[in-house]
Every structure is written in C-alpha cells, then in structure tokens.
C-alpha cells in the first residue's frame, strides 16, 4: 500500500457531541417562537371537499391555522424536480405539480393538508387533532409491480408512468443473446427503506419585516441548494434576502439533501405572521411517512455468456416506484445513477438496460445512500454470482475472468461512464485471502456437523460519485452545476479558516478537512477551524451527497490553498527583494531557491493585513475562494466478501465473517474512512436482513411507521467488520480522493444476498432475508420430498 | 400546574409543570440541557437516555413528575473539571460517534453497562445496547469502545 502520509488523528468535532455541546436544528429557539403542526392525510388517496379550521382556530394558544388554499392565494409554487429525464421517445417524464400543503387531493399517507401554529408545541398538537378533513376515498395503489396498471395518481400521468427510459444498444445486447452458450437471468425486488438518521427533520422559520430577510434553520445537507430551490422555485423570493442555516445535522443519508415541503411551509408562515419564528420538528412517525424513502425497485436481469463464462451480454428490465410525487432528484436515482452503472467492474460488450419509472400511493423516493449505485451492484452481483453456480465456476473465478483490467483504463463501458482508473483483482485477491477462501470448505462441513447451513457471498462493487462535472450532468438533464466552492483565510495573527460548501452530518469534514490544510500549509490541524452550514458565512456550495466531500469539496479547497500559495509568493518576493519565479513553497515556508533566505507563511499572512512593506501590485488581504468542477466522476471500487452461518430450526442468519477491500483513491484519516465503511455495511446488512417498508396494499397504510414496526439494525444485529483498502489515487482530482461514504451500502446487500442464498441453496429469497422467510426456505430444502 | 423538584446535574431544580410534560422536554426545554436528544416516540432509539437515581433511564418514557426528588444526571454533567469520563474519551479515541446525535444517550447508556458489569465481552455489550440505535457507526466502533472504557473504568 503506498505511503501517503495519511494519518488517523482524533476528531475535533467530538468534544462538543461528547459532552451534549452539538448544536442541532431542534437546540435552537427564536425569540417570540410559535410552534407548527402538520396535519397529515390519513388517506392514501383522496379528494379533499374540504378543510374546516375553524374549531382549531379557537384552541388555546392557536396562532394560525393554514391549508393549501392559502398558498395557492399567495402563489406558492410547486416543489420542484430537478433533473428532467428524456425517455426513449425523446420527450421529458411526466411532471406533476407537488404543492407544499395539498390543495385538492391528496395522494399518500402522509401528505401535508394543514399546518396549526400554536405558542407551544402542545397546543399545537392539541389544536391539530380538530381540524376537520372531508374527503372522498379513491382507490390507492401502492405496490411497484402494479402501479402501470393501478389507479391512476395523477392526470398528467396516464398509467402512472413517469418516464420509460433506456440506456444501451438494444441490437448488439439482442445478438449478444442469440449467439449465447448460456443464458443466467434472476429476478430481484430492491426493497423499499426509510433513510432514519437518528436526528429527525426539523425546521425554524424566520422572517424579519425590518429587512425583509428571511433566516431558515433547517437539518440540510446543503444549504445553498435549498436556498436556492426554496428561492427560485417555491417561494419566489430574492436569493440574496435569505439565509439557510444547516447547523449540526445528526445523519442525513441522502434524506436531508430535498427541499420539502416543512421548511419551505415555515419559511412562508413566518411571513404571513409577520415575522414570529415558526418551529417544526418532525416525529419519527413523520419521519417515516414523509422522509423521502429509498430504493423501491423490480427488476429482470439476465446475462449471456459464452462456454468459458465470459459475459457476452446483459438485459436488464426494472420498474422503479417513486412515490407520490418527484423530489428533487428522484428522477437521476433510477436513470443515471443506476442504468450507467450496470457495467459493474466487467467488461460486458453489450448491455441494455429499460426502467419504467412509476408513481404510487407512497411517500416519494429519492436519493438514500448510494442512490442507484446499490440498485445496480444487487444486480449486477446477484446475476454475476447465478451466472457462477448456473455455470458451475468458482464466483472468485468468473469475476477474475471478466474483470477490466489496470492497463485499460480509461475504460469506455457500453452505458455511458468512462471508468478511470481501478485494479479489481487487486481488492479480490486481498479480500480472498484475508477471509481464508480456501479452507471455506472446511468451514462449512464444520458448520454442517452442527446441523447449520454455511454460505459465502461476493459483491465486487464500482460506483460513480465525486458527483458530478457540471456539463455531463447538464446534458443529461441536470437543473444545476455540481461543481463546490471554498474560501481559504489567513487570519492576521496566522490561523486559517476554511469555508466549504460541503456540509457535514457525521462524515468529520472539520477534522479531514483541517488535516489537509494543515498539511498543506506545515501547520497543526487545531489551527484550522472548517467553517460549513451556513449560506451566511460561506460564499456558495452545492453540498454533500454523491461521496462528493472530499473528491469534489475537498478539490476546491487545495485549489483555494494553491491561490493563497501563488499571493503568498508575490509577498514573499517582495520582503525577500527576489524574484517571483525564485520563490518555492513547501510546509509552510517561502524560500528563495538554493538559498536560506526565507519567510514563514506567519509572516506573509501578518504582512498580507498589515501591509507596511507590501508589492505595490498586490492588494492587502491573504483571503482565496475557488470553484471546482470535476473532470469527470470518480470511480471508487471494491470486494466485500460476507460468510454466513444459517440456523435452519430458527431461521437465524449469523453473519459469521465479513471482509471488505475497498479502493477510496487517497485516503486522509484512515480512522474516519474505515467508520463510513462500517456504517456503509450496516445500512446494507439491514437492507437485506431487517429493513422493509411496507405499505398495506388495500389501505394504502403506512404499516412500518415506527420503530417498533420497522426493523433497524441493532448492535446484536451485527458483527465487527475486517476492512481493508488498496489505494489507486483518483488521476484527475487535485486531492487524489474517490469517495468513501456509500461504499458500504452499495456493496453489501448482494454479498450477503449471495451468501444466505449459497447457504440455502436456492436463490429463491427475496430482501429482507427475515428469519421467518430464511427459516420458511430452510425447512422446504431440508424436508424429505413428498410422499 | 404542579411543581417538580430534582437535583440535576448536582444542582437542584424546581420548576412548576404541566402534568404531561415528559422528563426529556423538562430537560431540553426547561433547564436548556439540549444534549440529551429525541429520536423517536416509541422509546426505542435511546437518544434520550439519562441517568436517574444512578441508573439508565430513557427520559421520553417518564413524566417529569415521576423524576419528582430524583437524582437525575444528564450528558453535561458526565465531564469533571473539563476532563472526559472514560466512556466519553473511549468513544472519542475509537471513533464510535459520526453525527453525534445518538451520542449521548449511548455514552449513559454504556455508563450504566459497565458500573453493572465492569467487564462485559462483545456479546454482553452489543446486547445490553438494544435499547440504542446508531444509524451511522454500525456499533463496531462503539462496542470497541465501551470495552476500551470498561477496561480503563477497572483501572
């Protein structure tokens, strides 16, 4: 592994969350705050023929009480969707309105009807509980595979399609199949999750009439973008009149990058109170009804392969739920951060791949960690791993046989992406071994003298994140550029604040972020205070998603440091009487080349505020911000290896072992990265364990809306994880960094899937993988054939 | 409304209540104690957990009223004299916090674990944290954690 002075240092951020000092969205309070309720629809899918307020309007403490009725008079906008996807027909996916407080139906368990503001949250809640909905049932359709065919969600929408769309050549993947030596198919369902980071959604709204400014707190994890989509699209107002807060944010997992219709509805009714603060923090209840979810898909795949088991050709065919209603970027998850990535780490020549978008009855999708990526590795490794017992070869083996290979990069795949860089085999020969793959065979007739089932499985991953150069995405229908920003300061007296559009929710950014600073510069990492959340102190961001922090956020930050390096160097050869050509950089000092003439950048940055003895050229100030546009994406990858143990009387499935190799590029603090590969692998053991949202299919209710109904991963729910990294830098970011925070969630669902499926002998199991559906599978395999 | 009377912290608090209010919302929004925190409305994610008469408590599942007379200590007072308790600076040495938000109610929880068993093995940990939910670590850090602190907690 090479040497890259990467350094596992303790966070600095801990010692406020340690000792009950973070300052999350819900620890703020407002002057003269009221505090607002949601009304939310009981039905999955009705008319509303009216709201009657009136009898919440005379609670104790009410402030107001407003519906949709009321926005629409004020003309609030529709919630948008930012990404418009092209369907194989050329035109744009169905768009329908998504308006903050429903106006005359609604259309999922859930959606907002109402919002009582109260001077305490209890009479708020009091007061909720008596407004009066008078609605019309209609029929509701909640389950993916019956949505072309269910009633119908919306008018725009015939057959409740959002889009029909395609990624491939359909001709050469058709030959590929008709000149097979075998054809491997399965058929997945990718359930549907809730994102619950522990912290749950919260918002304060504040306007203030003298400036006619207006201060959103809100749990975001991107501030400027919501700024933005709260100001261009929803409320209509002037971007440089607002402010967005994103505090310390617990968790976010993609649920916290959309602009819903909470915040915005606090924002707007602080206005309408002419100034009083508005408060709303969600319950976990509302966090499972009306949280973007994730996932949500039915797929078809099958590959051709030859008689050697190379893969000639795939065909994948999936129909993806979105909700009720578009979030924000609902429409990239399942197009282009999905079909692009059906490659995996092989070199397929010929891969089609159809998605039929579609609404339901359900709370809308989105983004949730990994976002498409996972999608796309349960399918590509559950089809990869038939393929190896359809074909009887090893799942190592096959994998080796069709892997792209080091001196190929840049590999062109046949569904868009340019991969740049990668060295597959290397991750599967360390993860290999450091499970001991050869004595698994031992293992398991160890594990079968106890009368347990034992199962390996393989997940051999490649995602796209550093998400994402701007012009790609722009001609793949993106609304916005994916570039950030940074400012880098020198403070006179010689201490260094960062400015970053990345916003951190737990990833450690004031700590990885200061390191690389600090290197930089040949100072400690205490002396550099990372400055985020807040469009108030940072010039512009584009937030955290898309593992983009450090690959995207952390380039815009060497590339203001190497601004504050090029001044520095005119000061210097300005105190040192050299020339500008002779100075040279390095930790923290000027000097003047093949001499001991030199200055600390200390010195230069006094210099730079007090600048007595200053190039008359140069403006005061050593103060740099630069934009970043990535080049292209970056490609982490990587092999995680789950072995199982199944306990056929009790349908217990003991994860026995679990390796993960992954390639993140460079790696800063070690520590950090090897935590979001932990949690990574958590959220994916849970997919395929535990996690299930479902949703009664003739009610239309929300039947996991708790805690005590959905099942999250608990600490006896899991074992310690064995990672290890190989390290090819990214070549064409400055920090030389891939991405590390969806790894986990990308890559574990179809290792373990494969593993209880090897275990099983059967690959008729769909996620999750309960102990009643392992134990119903268990008992079929081992009871004697019928009589 | 009635009034409720504990020590907090080693300090003690009197405030008059609204009979339903729960020992958490007292905590939070009466004495401005904003790091114990709320994470469902099931008392099941434990972000709330305190420490009352000495042992774990989820704060969301007692009325304030209940905690009448009680000892109730809380993630601020964990620290003495600017110095982490062992748990806390475990969880920080090992890294078993992303978001922090579960933090606290972990650190107590865990505090309570290791005064009831001052040396649990892995199994014992992960169990006794049923009543927690992280959803950042995947809990290999944190029960890496409780056990470095169990250890330093023996001396």
Same mark, same amino acid.
């Given at each position: ?32 705050? %009221? ?24 609670? +104790? ?75 019309? +049932?209609?029929? %509701? ?241 559950? #089809? ?47 993860? #290999? ?73 737990? !990833?450690?950014?004031?700590?990885? &972020? ?112 630069? &934009? ?31 390796? %993960? ?117 268990? !008992?079929?395999? #081992? ?5 | @409304? ?59 599942? @007692? ?44 650190? @107590? ?43 330093? @907690?023996?001396?």
């Amino acid at each position: 592994m090479p040497d890259t002075g990467a350094q596992r240092v303790l966070r600095k951020e801990d010692n406020r969350f340690l000792t009950g000092r973070g300052r999350y969205t819900d620890d703020f309070n407002r002057q003269g705050q %009221a505090y607002g309720v949601f009304v939310r629809s009981e039905m999955a899918h009705a008319k509303i023929k009216s709201v009657d307020t009136s009898q919440a309007e005379q609670a +104790p403490g009410v402030v107001a009480v407003f519906t949709g009725k009321d926005m629409e008079a004020d003309g609030v906008g529709s919630l948008p969707c930012g990404w418009t996807v092209t369907d194989r027909h050329g035109n744009p996916h169905k768009a329908p309105p998504h308006w903050p407080l429903a106006r005359d139906k609604v259309r999922y368990v859930g959606d907002q009807v109402a919002f009582v503001i109260a001077e305490t949250d209890a009479q708020a809640r009091d007061a909720a509980e008596l407004v009066a909905v008078d609605y019309e +049932p209609l029929d %509701a359709v909640v389950e993916t595979g019956k949505a072309l065919n269910g009633p119908q969600v919306h008018e725009e929408a015939p057959d409740n399609l959002c889009f029909d769309w395609e990624i491939g050549d359909k001709q050469a993947t058709d030959d590929a199949f008709a000149k097979a030596d075998h054809v491997s198919k399965v058929e997945l369902v990718n359930n549907r999750l809730v994102p619950n980071a522990i912290e749950p959604r919260a918002a304060i709204g504040e306007y203030d009439p003298g400036g006619d400014e207006y201060t959103l707190y809100s749990t975001s994890q991107n501030p400027h973008l919501l700024r933005l989509i709260l100001c261009a699209f929803v409320l209509n107002l002037p971007e440089h009149k607002v402010r967005v807060v994103a505090p310390d944010v617990g968790g976010g997992f993609g649920s916290k990058i959309y602009c819903y219709a909470e915040e915005t509805t606090c924002v707007w009714a602080s206005k309408k109170l002419d100034g009083r603060p508005v408060k709303w923090v969600a319950t976990r209840t509302e966090a499972f009804q009306a949280d973007a979810h994730g996932r949500d898909h039915i797929t078809t795949a099958e590959m051709a392969l030859d008689k050697d088991g190379k893969f000639l050709g795939m065909r994948v065919d999936t129909i993806a739920n979105l909700g009720a209603y578009l979030s924000n970027f609902s429409t990239a998850v399942p197009t282009y951060l999905y079909g692009t990535l059906l490659a995996g780490q092989y070199k397929t020549p010929a891969i089609h791949g159809n998605v039929k978008a579609v609404f339901t009855n359900t709370a809308p999708v989105d983004a949730y960690r990994g976002a498409g990526r996972p999608e796309a590795t349960y399918v590509v490794e559950r #089809l990869v791993e038939r393929c190896a017992r359809d074909l009887n070869i090893d799942p190592a083996e096959i994998r080796r046989r069709n892997f792209v290979q080091p001196d190929e990069f840049p590999y062109q795949t046949p569904v868009a992406l340019t991969y740049d860089s990668g060295q597959y085999e290397l991750a599967l020969d360390e993860a #290999l071994k450091m499970i001991d793959y050869r004595n698994f065979a031992q293992r398991r007739q160890e594990s079968e003298r106890r009368g347990k089932l034992r199962g390996i499985g393989f997940s051999a991953y490649i995602e796209a994140c550093g998400i994402a150069p701007s012009q790609v995405v722009g001609a793949l229908g993106a609304g916005v550029g994916l570039w950030e920003s940074a400012q880098v300061r020198f403070n006179a007296t010689g201490s260094i604040s960062v400015f970053t559009g990345s916003h951190s929710h737990g !990833q450690g950014h004031e700590t990885t &972020f200061a390191q690389m600073v600090a290197d930089k510069f040949g100072t400690d990492y205490n002396n550099v205070d990372i400055v985020h959340g807040d469009t108030g102190r940072i010039p512009m961001g584009m937030g955290t998603y898309g593992s983009r922090s450090l690959a995207v956020g952390g380039s815009a930050i060497l590339r203001a440091c190497d601004k504050v390096v090029e001044k520095g160097k005119k000061i210097a050869a300005h105190m040192l009487e050299a020339s500008v050509d002779d100075i040279e950089f390095d930790q923290g000092t000027f000097r003047v080349a093949g001499t001991d003439k030199q200055k600390s950048i200390g010195e230069i940055a006094f210099a730079a505020y007090v600048p007595h003895d200053f190039p008359q050229d140069v403006e005061p100030g050593l103060d740099e911000t630069a &934009f970043y546009d990535p080049a292209n994406f970056t490609y982490p990858s990587g092999v995680h290896i789950a072995e199982v143990e199944i306990d056929p009387d009790t349908g217990e499935t003991q994860i026995a072992d679990w390796v %993960a190799v992954d390639d993140f590029g460079r790696v800063i603090n070690p520590m950090i990265v090897e935590g979001q590969v932990h949690g990574g692998i958590a959220q994916g053991v849970g997919q395929a364990l535990l996690e299930n949202t479902v949703y009664d299919p003739d009610s239309g209710q929300l039947v996991t809306g708790s805690y005590q109904d959905y099942t999250m991963p608990r600490a006896d729910d899991l074992p310690s994880f064995r990672v290890g990294m190989t390290e090819t830098p990214c070549p064409h970011n400055p920090v030389g960094a891939k991405g590390c925070g969806e790894a986990g969630a990308i890559a574990a669902p179809a290792a373990l899937m494969n593993a209880i499926t090897d275990a099983l002998g059967t690959e008729d199991i769909q996620m999750p993988a309960t102990r009643e559906k392992v134990w119903r599978v268990a !008992q079929q395999r #081992l009871a004697p054939a019928a009589e | @409304m009635p009034t409720v009377t504990m020590t907090v912290n080693g300090q003690q608090v009197s405030r008059d209540v609204d009979p339903r209010t729960l020992l958490v919302d007292f905590i939070r929004n009466e004495l401005h104690l904003t790091g114990t925190h709320v994470g469902c409305d099931t008392s099941q994610c434990g972000a709330c957990v305190v420490h009352v008469d000495g042992t774990s408590q989820k704060a969301c599942t @007692m009325l304030a009223m209940q905690a009448d007379g009680c000892e109730v200590a809380t993630i601020e007072g964990l620290a003495k004299n600017g110095e982490l308790h062992p748990m806390q600076a475990a969880f920080k040495e090992h890294h078993g916090l992303q978001c922090g938000f579960c933090t606290p109610g972990m650190v @107590m929880s865990a505090v309570d674990l290791v005064q009831r068993n001052p040396d649990p093995d892995e199994h014992e940990v992960r169990e006794w944290l049923e009543g927690n939910i992280c959803r950042c670590t995947g809990y290999h850090n944190i029960v890496k954690a409780i056990q470095h602190a169990a250890k330093e @907690m023996r001396g």
